[in-house]
């Protein structure tokens, strides 16, 4: 019998044919829509990560664990933002976890593209996001962002605790990313006047374009020329978004690493 908040996500090719398996126990619930027509290198696969009651109960722990066989290109979403309940009197002391296991075997893809994470006020929540690739040609984008919280109702930056960690590592456990982020204890006015935050991690040959893209764009805004008193016709410039770009080469596997911060 699974433990509550337990899921499981299996993609293998076999005969030729995709074969994905999704299991999830109260509260986490898992689907998979079918995904459409086979592309030139995958079997494309599509599996939405939900809870019941639109959210993660405070003392609530999600852990799913995910494989991603070889010539599959798993795409792993949610279904609107994750929110993050504020405690109960009674369960004050109880913390929200969230665990994301994923293996990618050789010439398999996964795209980790959820919705961002918005925790309510007094909320405590813990993610740990794990990905192993099975060697130099497994291909993997994942994305972590926040919100500062419930703007509409007033709350920014009002979550007593965020913290995030992200790891990218080969099967004889070589760190290739590792990423932690943590909000905690008095932060909210040094978070000013920002109200999201994003981590874009894009590794492997399957996404080496969309890579060197991102490379492109972060060294066109690096050396275009100052003007005083000219309109700025880029969109994050327009926005007030900030953002950086990160070269990864570690252990044959090469990539990027987008952050992100704005309004």
């Known amino acids: 019998?699974?433990?509550?908040?337990?899921?499981?996500?299996?993609?293998?090719?076999?005969?030729?044919?995709?074969?994905?398996?999704?299991?999830?126990?109260?509260?986490?619930?898992?689907?998979?829509?079918?995904?459409?027509?086979?592309?030139?290198?995958?079997?494309?696969?599509?599996?939405?990560?939900?809870?019941?009651?639109?959210?993660?109960?405070?003392?609530?722990?999600?852990?799913?664990?995910?494989?991603?066989?070889?010539?599959?290109?798993?795409?792993?979403?949610?279904?609107?933002?994750?929110?993050?309940?504020?405690?109960?009197?009674?369960?004050?002391?109880?913390?929200?976890?969230?665990?994301?296991?994923?293996?990618?075997?050789?010439?398999?893809?996964?795209?980790?593209?959820?919705?961002?994470?918005?925790?309510?006020?007094?909320?405590m929540?813990?993610?740990?996001?794990?990905?192993?690739?099975?060697?130099?040609?497994?291909?993997?984008?994942?994305?972590d962002w926040m919100t500062s919280g419930r703007m509409s109702r007033g709350e920014r930056w009002a979550f007593a605790k965020y913290f995030s960690v992200n790891v990218i590592k080969t099967t004889s456990e070589r760190i290739i990313v590792r990423d932690a982020l943590l909000l905690q204890d008095n932060f909210a006015r040094r978070m000013e006047p920002i109200d999201a935050f994003a981590l874009i991690l894009i590794l492997g040959p399957a996404v080496a374009d969309v890579a060197q893209t991102f490379r492109e764009e972060h060294k066109a805004q690096r050396i275009k020329p100052f003007r005083p008193n000219a309109t700025h016709d880029h969109a994050s410039e327009e926005q007030g978004i900030l953002w950086s770009v990160s070269e990864i080469e570690e252990h044959g596997v090469c990539g990027v690493a987008v952050r992100a911060a704005g309004p």
């Open 1 to 123: 019998m699974s433990l509550p908040g337990a899921g499981n996500i299996d993609c293998q090719i076999v005969a030729g044919q995709l074969q994905q398996s999704v299991s999830s126990a109260y509260p986490l619930k898992i689907i998979a829509p079918h995904a459409g027509p086979e592309l030139a290198d995958f079997h494309p696969a599509v599996s939405y990560l939900m809870s019941y009651g639109g959210g993660i109960v405070h003392g609530d722990r999600i852990h799913v664990n995910v494989r991603v066989g070889s010539k599959c290109a798993l795409v792993l979403l949610t279904q609107g933002s994750t929110k993050v309940f504020r405690p109960q009197l009674r369960a004050a002391s109880e913390q929200t976890y969230q665990t994301i296991i994923i293996d990618v075997e050789p010439d398999a893809l996964l795209c980790l593209l959820p919705d961002p994470v918005t925790c309510f006020k007094d909320a």
């Open 125 to 143: 929540y813990n993610q740990r996001q794990s990905v192993t690739l099975h060697g130099p040609t497994a291909s993997v984008v994942l994305l």
